[in-house]
């Protein structure tokens, strides 16, 4: 089956206050710097919300935009443009590596999860067979949802360095 990356990067960065898609790290837009890791591993969508800035740093890469009820709503939109297993990324998670997504793919579980600060979340491996729950979530429900539904199917990568997102100004100076 056909692997894409979904880049999840629709959020409203409410608590930043401004688009954290826009917002630099080591040189380069967030949105960006997740995309091109992710198209490292294989093809990527990236779920936008409508924002001609966004989309413009993105030329070269494929954008869906949504600006939905909720983080189900960007999983589902992305979702929606597969035919096989997917890899969830976040755009707010500036220190993943492509070779961890390698890792996650290599793992050849059903489920694939980063392991940080106790917790298996995103990014994440889906089988196909996980499709239909993907496209169901609704609300603010995302991926962790499901893999803590299938914790017998499984396997959890450790990666530390994924606990680090940016939701506000003091993440963005470190």
Do not use: W
């Not at 600060?117 to 729950?133: L, N, T, Y």
Request: net charge negative.
């Amino acid at each position: 089956m056909p692997l894409t990356c979904i880049v999840l990067a629709a959020g409203a960065s409410k608590r930043l206050g401004r688009p954290k898609q826009l917002v630099h790290f080591e040189g380069e837009p967030l949105v960006v710097r997740a995309a091109r890791t992710a198209a490292a591993v294989a093809p990527v969508i990236v779920v936008i919300p409508p924002n001609a800035a966004i989309r413009e740093v993105l030329r070269g890469f494929i954008t869906i935009e949504n600006m939905g009820e909720g983080m189900a709503s960007s999983l589902r939109c992305g979702v929606a443009e597969t035919t096989g297993e997917v890899l969830i990324v976040l755009c707010d998670q500036p220190q993943i590596t492509s070779e961890h997504l390698r890792a996650l793919i290599d793992a050849h579980a059903p489920i694939a999860a980063t392991g940080y600060s106790g917790i298996s979340g995103v990014p994440a491996f889906f089988s196909a067979k996980f499709r239909d729950e993907l496209l169901a979530l609704r609300g603010d429900a995302g991926a962790r949802t499901i893999i803590d539904a299938h914790r017998n199917e499984v396997v959890t990568i450790p990666f530390e360095a994924a606990a680090f997102d940016v939701d506000t100004d003091a993440a963005i100076s470190l």
